[in-house]
């Protein structure tokens, strides 16, 4: 069974700008939830899709927003990028979500670098 | 609202000694708490979960860890340390009152000297 791939791998852009990254879940798995991770602030909860419905959200600025589709596959957008928006985005699935405690998978993430 | 304290950032272990690694958590219910490690430019791996069945928690690779309430701790232990084990490790603690978010602690990074 394939896991969790996140796509791009690596991103650079510049400030202003906005991004788009990618996340498909382990098939079968309807929960996909998105996490930043930073040296300074550790990995941080941004918010959880299931079944197209954000079911959870995290302390970030409306500049972050997701969306889920029918086949679970996600995507994160970050519209006017910021230099403290340079992180290491991973997603997570799982079968039916955070909600009943149960075990996530992570992909490897996506690095980004806003210049 | 629930959280977890690692202590101490880095860890260096000669293999085959002993690796510990301290997590406090701060909760007014009862928590789960999770062990999470991170190699190198991969993702997160779960190592074991305590979710109150048993206090102390086996789980992959040789680790585990003890869930103490009068100590408010869950400290991860692995008797032999080996050159694989080199990585970043995470706890983390939920609460089903809060939806389940896990809450993550700064993480630890383990070397392990040959």
């Known amino acids: 069974k394939a896991g969790v791939t996140q796509t791009p791998r690596y991103l650079i852009k510049t400030r202003g700008q906005q991004v788009t990254l990618s996340c498909s879940p382990i098939?079968?798995?309807?929960?996909v939830s998105w996490y930043q991770q930073t040296p300074g602030q550790g990995l941080q909860f941004l918010f959880e899709y299931f079944s197209e419905t954000q079911r959870n959200k995290g302390n970030f600025p409306g500049r972050f927003s997701g969306r889920q589709f029918s086949n679970s596959r996600s995507e994160m957008n970050v519209s006017t990028l910021e230099l403290g928006d340079s992180a290491l985005y991973l997603c997570?699935?799982?079968?039916?979500?955070?909600?009943?405690?149960?075990?996530?998978?992570f992909g490897s993430g996506t690095q980004l670098s806003v210049l | 609202a629930q959280s977890v304290t690692q202590l101490g950032s880095h860890v260096s272990v000669s293999e085959g000694a002993l690796v510990l690694l301290r997590c406090n958590y701060s909760s007014s219910v009862p928590p789960y708490l999770f062990w999470y490690v991170q190699y190198p430019n991969q993702g997160l791996q779960l190592l074991l979960k305590?979710?109150?069945?048993?206090?102390l928690v086996k789980g992959i690779n040789g680790f585990e860890a003890e869930f103490k309430k009068s100590e408010t701790s869950f400290h991860l232990t692995k008797p032999s340390a080996h050159m694989s084990d080199a990585a970043e490790y995470f706890c983390a603690v939920t609460v089903r009152s809060n939806d389940y978010k896990l809450s993550f602690g700064a993480g630890t990074t383990v070397t392990v000297r040959a």
């Open positions: 305590y979710t109150s069945a048993a206090t």
């Open positions: 997570a699935s799982s079968l039916r979500g955070q909600a009943t405690n149960e075990k996530l998978f």
């Open positions: 098939s079968g798995h309807r929960s």
